[in-house]
Structures are given as C-alpha cells and as structure tokens.
C-alpha cells in the first residue's frame, strides 16, 4: 500500500491506496467524491476528467499514487463559496448544455480548463478542445453554446448547423 | 488491472536501479501503458514511474538545438517550443485531445514507437537525438519497427535533441475515432537537405521516404513528388484503410506539406 497526502478542493487530504487504484476510484470511492463520473474506464469519453495541478486530467488514466502531493479540483469544488453555480455550471444550466447529464462533470471540468487558457476561444477552438469528451445526448451544440456564453461571447451569433 | 509494487523515484539514477528487476516495468504519462494494464496486456510486478524525475522536465536551448527532457509533457512541449520550433509545437499540440496531452510525455511516445504515433516522425523527421541515460542515439538508428527501438531491458529515454530546420510542418490525417494518424507525414527543409518521414502508414513503423528526399532536396515543390510511388507491400492495411490507400496517403500528406512549406 503506498499513502498519499494530496489536496482536493482545496482541503488537504490523505490515503491508503494500492499501486493500482486509479485517481478516480480514489474520488469516487475513498474520498465519496462521486460528481466525477466514469463513463468508458478506456481513457476515452472525458467524463472523468479533474484537474490535477491546474490541468485537465482523465481520473481513470491516472494512478491515484500519482497525484500524491497534487492538487486535484474537481467538480465539487466548482461552485463558488456562497453556494452559487461557477460561471461554466451557470451557462450549461441557462444554455441547456445537459440532457442526461453522465457527461456533465468532465464537460464542466474541460470547458472550465480551456477558458483559463484561452479566455475567449472560437467556436472552433471549443469544438476542438473538447476533442476526448463525449456526449450522447446533445449533439454538443449547446455546450458549444454554453461555452461560449461563459466566455462572455454572444451565443445567437453562432453559426447554426 | 492487476496490481503491482508502486514506486516513484526522484532521480534518473534511482530509476534506472529500480528497473533492474525482470518484472518492472518504466511509466511515465501512462496514456498508452494504464489502458494497456487495464486490458492486461502487460502485468508487471513493479511499475517504476517516471513523473518524479525533475531532471527529466523542461525544454531548454543547448547550443543551435533544442533539449526536451523525457518526462515533458505534449501539452508544456506545445506551449515552449512555439517560438522556437512551431512546427513541433504544432505536432504536440495535436496529439489526442488536451488531457492526453496533460499526461502524456514525449519520452514515452518515443520509447514505445507505437506506428501510429506522431512523435517518431517529428523526431526521425527532425534527424533528433535520443538521449538515454546512458548513450546517445541518432534517431535515424533508434526506430526499429512497429513497438521496437534501440532500448536495452530497463533503458530509459531521459531527452530528446532536436536540431531547428529553416522550415518543417506536420500534416496529419487523422484516423477521426482514435485520433491517431491514419498517416502523417512530417516534412523538414535543412537548405542543403530535406528529410521526409511517415508514421502511421508502414508495419514497420515509422520510416524515411527518401526517394522523396531526394527528389524534394533538388526541387522543393509538391511536383517534385508527383510522379513518384511508395510501395503498398508494406503497408499497414485495417479496416480503416487498406494498404494501398495509406501509400496513397503517403503521397498526399507529403505533397499537402511540401504545397505549405514552398
């Protein structure tokens, strides 16, 4: 077993976890973070992306011993300190960029890390940058649409498809 | 996954003592390695991570060529080369999707030689050096075909040094589920010489075109390909194309590269 001391969410936490216990089992599991969801355990739907150290992550392609000493965000301590949404969960909610909502956490938690590296992106840039996170419900226009809204961007602009 | 004996050494030298063992195993992002034990295609007793080697981090100058340690990651490679050598930049900025890129480290790709990867042709395209921690060797001698290198059992890819070509660009096509190459082509313009290499396309892996080569170091124009073929024997062929349209594509990319460059 291999213990780790790491903070999430601004909280410092601690753990017992085996070499193999993914960072997401350690959220989900361990610390009953169960906002993080795990969609394809195949590294490649995105609903299980965190941030780790300031970047987006897939919590299931990532050992939880490997984030020992990291600084893990996840969608739980999105909301701001009063309770309130974040300015991304506000948009997704006025901009209905959910339907079933499975995808919702690692969406959240994408569009939250491109708006911090590029405060104003294209339609194209989002379209892009949410490359590894899949949505069966919407057809992502609306969370195009709610991105672009948090960036402050107008969103009837947009081209229609 | 099965499980295994973590460790996280602070030093390359600690490393590579930790790899001594016949069942440990080197991991650094893990982008391919933890899919690849979550489907237990590889069990190791020890899994040796490299996420911890600060002297294996970072992208610096040194002399005219540009040092990437092995434990740098896509994204911070995207980030500071894109002044210094755009082209590679562009290529690290494209691999996967922007976690991949968080993760995922530039030794990694280049020590697993996945054929499909982008990695080995920026480097074989950029005549690079594959710095171990114990030799250094040219990466026109390191691919050896599809998942094999020049790597000894418990040898680990510590840096790569890239010389700066006058221009180079990365044309990809992607295969669109995986993102991955269907095949790619990376195209480097030295004045006096141009290399040309291909990833995605050949059972052996990544490879040079040096017909093209030759044909491009005298007329450095998309015709200057035109009338050349590549051979489809040694193609890969799946159902996401067969090996005739991957030496097709060989073509295209390198015409589309060569178009952009000119």
């Known amino acids: ?161 | 996954m099965q499980n295994f004996e973590f460790v996280r050494p602070t030093s390359v030298a600690d490393a590579v003592a930790a790899l001594k063992g016949d069942e440990a195993q080197p991991m650094s992002g893990g982008q391919t390695l933890m899919p690849t034990m979550k489907a237990r295609l590889a069990a190791p007793e020890i899994l040796v991570s490299l996420t911890a080697i600060d002297e294996m981090k970072g992208v610096r100058k040194d002399g005219d060529q540009i040092w990437i340690g092995g434990g740098t990651t896509h994204a911070t490679v995207a980030r500071e080369t894109a002044e210094s050598y755009p082209a590679l930049s562009s290529l690290a900025g494209r691999i996967g999707d922007p976690s991949v890129r968080s993760r995922g480290t530039i030794g990694g790709s280049i020590a697993n030689n996945d054929p499909s990867a982008c990695y080995p042709a920026g480097a074989l395209g950029s005549g690079a050096t594959i710095v171990t921690d114990r030799r250094e060797i040219a990466a026109d001698d390191f691919f050896q075909g599809m998942f094999m290198s020049a790597l000894d059992e418990g040898e680990i890819v510590t840096a790569v040094k890239f010389p700066v070509p006058q221009k180079a660009i990365y044309q990809k096509f992607i295969q669109p589920a995986s993102r991955f190459p269907l095949t790619a082509v990376f195209v480097a313009h030295f004045g006096d010489t141009v290399r040309v290499a291909v990833t995605g396309a050949s059972s052996d892996g990544v490879f040079r075109w040096t017909e093209a080569e030759e044909a491009l170091q005298g007329n450095f124009s998309a015709d200057a390909v035109s009338g050349l073929s590549v051979s489809a024997a040694m193609m890969i062929s799946d159902l996401h194309g067969s090996g005739a349209y991957r030496a097709q594509l060989t073509k295209v990319m390198t015409q589309r590269a060569v178009a952009a460059l000119a």
């Open chain 1, 1 to 161: 077993m291999n213990s780790i001391k790491l903070r999430v969410n601004g909280k410092e936490v601690t753990g017992q976890v085996e070499g193999r216990t993914l960072l997401v089992d350690f959220l989900r599991k361990d610390l009953r973070l169960t906002g993080t969801h795990v969609g394809c355990d195949t590294t490649q739907c995105g609903a299980c992306v965190v941030h780790v150290n300031g970047e987006p992550v897939k919590a299931c392609a990532m050992l939880a011993a490997e984030a020992d000493g990291a600084e893990v965000a996840t969608i739980e301590g999105q909301a701001n300190a009063d309770g309130s949404l974040s300015v991304v969960q506000q948009a997704f909610q006025d901009h209905h960029g959910l339907q079933c909502g499975f995808c919702t956490p690692g969406m959240v938690m994408a569009a939250t890390a491109l708006l911090k590296e590029n405060p104003k992106p294209s339609e194209a840039e989002i379209r892009e940058y949410l490359d590894g996170n899949i949505c069966r419900c919407t057809g992502y226009h609306n969370i195009v649409k709610s991105i672009m809204a948090a960036s402050g961007q107008d969103v009837p602009a947009m081209a229609a498809e």
